[in-house]
């Protein structure tokens, strides 16, 4: 994880421009550099480094001797590298992961070399021999990547938004900035001047389409048809898989627990995946709750199930209340469900960086969407329809978890790994028969918990406890986190301001006093970006009018249960 910013036909002082590049310092505590492109006096690249693969040789952008007119800015781990350099006989100059990147553009351009890649990964990659600029961006975006283009051709790319909302512009008083689409890449042209000019954007992989370098994947080899062992075993074969390769770092490793089906089955196969690998450091698991929280009740059996050293972090509800600022700044967003969840999660991460010595952090994210894990695919009209909402939740999650995900743990150091949001995991689940998906038995992810069923990874309690909201699962089930965070805006927000909110708010006007404030703090920091969410995150199939699981039918009647 790291912070990327390049500029491409800046007209104002670069040494001007840069302080923008610091307000992603966050990203790379470790290092950073600028770095003037030659020959081009108004172009330059900035690099924030999290040193977590070769320490030594890792700053960026990445040259090397062979490709000495290729600039490479990355933020990303490329976990198949090893193999494709083995496979390709490509002559390494560093030990840097990325370095992949340049030798399979190189070799087969820049189509082959995105599909290639099996990781996460944002990259700004410059060829000044042939005079050209490409973008790219991972498949669920779990990388993050945002960029800025003016008519004449200024062009200004940066891992968050925050990092280009100040760059100034002759031409544009307001530069518009946007986030770059995840499973693209796009071609510019380099004029002599700095400036550019999009030749074409493309998708280039579907999620539930299998990737290009599974033909070089060295997984055990899958048993054909839909037979529900066959099937099971294919899914666990995929997802130990998907754990091991993100094994790679040279850095401590730990692990979000909350208690969960999804952070509990991967915490657990971690943990195994770690003792295969002789790693000399007890795995350390984290839960956040506050007092009576069901999540860190649960998580403490989990860890006492697989025996990680296990982290517990209280916090209180004014606590909670205090980093909303600091939070909303961090996600660059005020969708309301994702900015409750992020609280936890960013607590979490602030005490990780200051009481431990972990640095890349699994995660279980993803699997809500990729499963149909959320309590309202209970509501779904046809596992069609199932089918579909689960790719679109997909197609979206660099708006709501994927970024919660990155920004809460960025903003504190830390790179997030998440197994559930493989390529070969992924585009396996999507490709079963949408019958086999479906929530069965009133209980959502049953084909998940059925494939785990006898591998005691986890307690069976655990394996089979209904679906919780990470932001509802850290307060009792008597006071709900929304219920605490709604009671303190009441007083915060008053009705004129309500009655006057779509004159105030015209995007995305919100319907709540909740939603309001937090509008507000946006605004603060961001005004004028609106545009940057297209629509809340809200459940499908239900009249429920907020997004808390707690306020959906089924969770009340399975809590009463």
Known sequence: MCGIWALFGSDDCLSVQCLSAMKIAHRGPDAFRFENVNGYTNCCFGFHRLAVVDQLFGMQPIRVKKYPYLWLCYNGEIYNHRKLQHHFEFEYQTKVDGEI???LYDKGGIEQTVCMLDGVFAFILLDTANKKVFLGRDTYGVRPLFKAMTEDGFLAVCSEAKGLV??????????????FFPGHYEVLDLKPNGKVASVEMVKYHHCRDEPLHALYDSVEKLFPGFEIETVKSNLRILFDNAVKKRLMTDRRIGCLLSGGLDSSLVAATLLKQLKEAQVQYPLQTFAIGMEDSPDLLAARKVA????????EVLFNSEEGIQVLDEVIFSLETYDITTVRASVGMYLISKYIRKNTDSVVIFSGEGSDELTQGYIYFHKAPSPEKAEEESERLLRELYLFDVLRADRTTAAHGLELRVPFLDHRFSSYYLSLPPDMRVPKNGIEKHLLRETFEDSNLIPKEILWRPKEAFSDGITSVKNSWFQILQDYIEHQVDDAAMASAAQ????????????????????????????????YWMPRWTSATDPSARTLTHYKASAKA
């Open 504 to 535: 105030k708010f015209p995007v995305n006007t919100p319907k709540t006093k909740e939603g309001y404030y937090y509008r507000q703090i946006f605004e603060h920091h961001y005004p004028g970006r609106a545009d940057w969410l297209p629509h």
């Open 101 to 103: 990147i340049l030798h």
């Open 166 to 179: 100040n760059l100034k512009h002759s031409m544009t008083p307001f530069l518009k900035v946007e986030p």
């Open 304 to 311: 006492n199930h697989i025996g990680s050293e296990h982290h």
